[in-house]
């Protein structure tokens, strides 16, 4: 069984930054894409950003290129989703979830994920 934990929410005004940590259990953390979602209130969860189970490339949803970084570290069980320039619209309860497939942007490739964290950005 694989369980997901992401850290590092929190209040944060419009233009600063945040990292979220997500920590996995498990011996095969490394063999699998990683990838971020989130969802605001009223609305369905989208694609933030995903790493592939080397970390050797990204990819990330427009709304968020150029401001979100997300990077991992096989050997700690960890990925993680810096975030700069924030907006109030980026405000969501932020999930990070491993990938059955290569990579995707489609939450439902998605096998396991964590419980969120939340991140409000005020304007």
């Known amino acids: 069984q694989v369980q997901l934990v992401e850290s590092g929410g929190g209040l944060v005004q419009a233009g600063g930054s945040l990292r979220l940590t997500c920590a996995a259990s498990g011996r095969t953390f490394g063999r699998y894409a990683m990838g971020w979602f989130r969802q605001a209130p009223g609305k369905e969860r989208q694609f933030v950003a995903a790493?592939?189970?080397?970390?050797?490339?990204?990819y990330y949803a427009d709304s968020v290129k150029g401001r979100f970084t997300i990077s991992r570290d096989n050997a700690k069980n960890t990925v993680y989703l810096e975030m700069a320039s924030l907006k109030p619209e980026d405000t969501a309860v932020y999930y990070c979830a491993r990938s059955a497939t290569l990579w995707s942007t489609e939450d439902w490739r998605y096998d396991y994920w964590g419980q969120g964290t939340q991140v409000t950005v005020s304007s």
């Open positions: 790493i592939t189970w080397s970390g050797g490339s990204t």
